[in-house]
Nanobody, 119 residues
Framework: QVQLVESGGGVVQAGESLRLSCLVSRGISSFNSVGWYRQAPGMQRELVASLTSYDGRSYVLDSVKDRFTISRNNAKDTIYLQMSSLKYEDTAVYYC????????????WGQGTQVTVSS
């Protein structure tokens, strides 16, 4: 059973930083890409950042590009989302994911971690 386990969420004030972690139990390299989505109340889930496993190419949502960084530690099979200068609008549940393109296409999700930014 694939497990992606997030940690690091919490309640912070605007302008502060948080680092989210996601342990990928079957290994980062078992997925074509890994990363983070978020979902705010009443909103659709949106892709925040991702990494392709084989070459490490990254994508970061334009609206957070100057504040969020995605990284990985292959030895620990862990990916990170470093978030700085947090804003109220960053408040959401953040989900770690792993995507496999090998048929059948599939996406595995973590349980989510709440990030709350108070203004």
């Amino acid at each position: 059973q694939v497990q992606l386990v997030e940690s690091g969420g919490g309640v912070v004030q605007a302008g502060e930083s948080l680092r989210l972690s996601c342990l990928v139990s079957r290994g980062i390299s078992s997925f074509n890409s890994v990363g983070w989505y978020r979902q705010a109340p009443g909103m659709q889930r949106e892709l925040v950042a991702s990494l392709t496993s084989y070459d490490g190419r990254s994508y970061v949502l334009d609206s957070v590009k100057d504040r969020f960084t995605i990284s990985r530690n292959n030895a620990k099979d862990t990916i990170y989302l470093q978030m700085s200068s947090l804003k109220y609008e960053d408040t959401a549940v953040y989900y770690c994911f792993g995507e496999s393109l090998m048929p059948p296409h599939s996406i595995d999700w973590g349980q989510g971690t709440q990030v709350t930014v108070s203004s």
